[in-house]
């Protein structure tokens, strides 16, 4: 009893003072309720890419949106961690369960390599030079066919799992988890360093905190990140090919991650969550679907370009003068400090 009574105390004064929270609470009690409300495998398919790639733009907003690295070439990281888990799962036989993790460190290898270099440049001359990564690695793939399957990549690999269900499972829980890590990253102190970076670097190094190694661990952060999103949808598909290396894959995090709200982790997940279905849906407007898509896009940000989630978030809450602490708008009294809120 004593143990519900905290549970019931817990949800009372931490997730139901916040709508947000409440929300994100419904949201991650839908995802794994809903194989018990339907069964129909091309819903839980997509629903379980999605949660592949929330991983994969929660690891860029990571990196960009709350360090300030702009990458345009973040597919890098998830198609090196695709192709080392392929390569290893069919050469060597090794289960997704050892490859998965191993890809997501060649990934962190591959942060380390491409953060040195790059690490004295800013705003687009950064983005331009992480741009240029997963072409080159394009380029080698398509120059030893033999070894990394050309254009038609690498095909056979294990699935993720036996069902489909368990598939999902796996995605989703591991979405929620990872996301939920990466979240925590950016609240801690590590995360305030992180802020203060992108806001100013100059600062940040005059007062005595080393920049390079937090930049290059954002680097590492997020391609070990964006690595496992890598091995999870090579699983999946059971394929690894160039098109996970190619600049759209990169661009998909950035268009999802900034709809939905940057810096923020949750803004990239949400953004996810509500494109990559919609695309789906727009199979059936045949050759104006990307059209369609693009001026959605283009509508929503128009109207809410800090993304859709900031945007709920300011309507429905609002921040203490005080205290600085978020309260839900219909509070006349910051929940915290009691200062005034009217």
Same mark, same amino acid.
């Given at each position: 009893?004593?143990?519900?009574?905290m549970?019931?105390?817990y949800?009372?004064n931490?997730?139901?003072?916040? !709508?947000?929270?409440?929300i994100?609470v419904?949201?991650?009690i839908? $995802?794994?309720?809903? !194989?018990?409300?339907?069964?129909?495998m091309?819903? $839980?398919?997509?629903?379980?890419?999605?949660?592949?790639?929330?991983?994969?733009?929660?690891?860029?907003?990571? *990196?960009?949106g709350?360090? &300030?690295?702009?990458?345009?070439?973040?597919?890098?990281?998830?198609?090196?961690s695709?192709?080392?888990?392929a390569?290893?799962?069919?050469?060597?036989?090794?289960p +997704?369960?050892?490859?998965?993790? %191993?890809?997501a460190?060649a990934?962190?290898?591959?942060?380390l390599?491409?953060?040195i270099?790059?690490?004295?440049?800013?705003? +687009?001359?950064?983005?331009?030079?992480t741009l240029?990564?997963?072409?080159?690695?394009?380029?080698?793939?398509?120059?030893? +066919?033999g070894?990394?399957?050309?254009?038609?990549?690498?095909?056979?690999?294990?699935r993720?799992?036996?069902?489909?269900?368990?598939?999902?499972?796996?995605?989703?829980?591991?979405? $929620?988890? *990872?996301c939920?890590?990466m979240?925590k990253?950016?609240?801690?102190?590590?995360?305030?360093?992180?802020?203060a970076?992108?806001?100013?670097?100059?600062a940040?190094?005059?007062?005595g905190?080393?920049?390079?190694?937090f930049?290059l661990l954002?680097?590492c952060l997020?391609g070990?990140?964006?690595?496992?999103s890598? &091995?999870?949808?090579?699983?999946?598909?059971?394929?690894?090919?160039?098109?996970?290396?190619?600049?759209?894959?990169?661009f998909q995090a950035i %268009?999802?991650?900034?709809?939905?709200?940057?810096?923020?982790i949750? &803004?990239a997940?949400a953004?996810?969550f509500? *494109?990559?279905p919609?695309? =789906?849906?727009?199979?059936?407007?045949? =050759?104006y679907?990307?059209?369609?898509?693009?001026l959605?896009?283009?509508l929503v940000l128009?109207?809410?370009? =800090?993304?859709?989630t900031?945007?709920?978030?300011?309507?429905?809450?609002?921040?203490?003068p005080?205290c600085?602490?978020?309260?839900?708008?219909?509070?006349? =009294?910051?929940?915290?400090?009691?200062?005034?809120?009217r």
């Open positions: 009893m004593a143990e519900i009574k549970a019931l105390r949800i009372r931490e997730i139901l003072v916040l !709508p947000t929270r409440v994100g419904v949201f991650v839908a $995802l794994l309720l809903l !194989p018990l409300l339907t069964q129909d091309y819903i $839980l398919r997509i629903l379980a890419i999605a949660a592949i790639f929330a991983i994969f733009a929660a690891s860029w907003d990571l *990196l960009s709350f360090v &300030g690295q702009v990458s345009f070439g973040h597919a890098l990281f998830f198609g090196v695709a192709y080392t888990t390569l290893l799962n069919l050469r060597l036989g090794w +997704p369960f050892i490859t998965i993790p %191993i890809g460190l990934a962190v290898v591959v942060g390599l491409v953060g270099p790059c690490l004295r440049l800013k705003g +687009p001359y950064l983005g331009l030079a240029a990564f997963p072409i080159m690695l394009m380029g080698v793939i398509f120059v030893f +066919p070894f990394f399957g050309g254009e038609l990549g690498i095909s056979g690999i294990t993720l799992a036996a069902l489909r269900i368990h598939e999902y499972y796996i995605a989703v829980v591991l979405m $929620l988890v *990872l939920f890590i979240w990253i950016t609240d801690s102190k590590i995360g305030i360093i992180f802020h970076i992108r806001e100013d670097e100059i940040v190094r005059a007062s905190i080393n920049t390079i190694k930049k954002a680097f997020s070990f990140f964006a690595g496992i890598g &091995g999870l949808f090579t699983h999946f598909l059971r394929i690894a090919g160039p098109s996970m290396l190619a600049v759209l894959m990169s %268009i999802w991650t900034i709809f939905g709200g940057i810096a923020t949750y &803004g997940v953004g996810v509500i *494109l990559y919609t695309l =789906e849906i727009l199979r059936a407007a045949a =050759e679907r990307m059209l369609i898509f693009a959605i896009v283009l128009r109207v809410m370009p =800090e993304g859709i900031t945007f709920i978030r300011d309507k429905i809450e609002r921040e203490c005080r600085k602490v978020r309260n839900a708008v219909t509070r006349k =009294e910051c929940r915290v400090c009691f200062a005034d809120m």
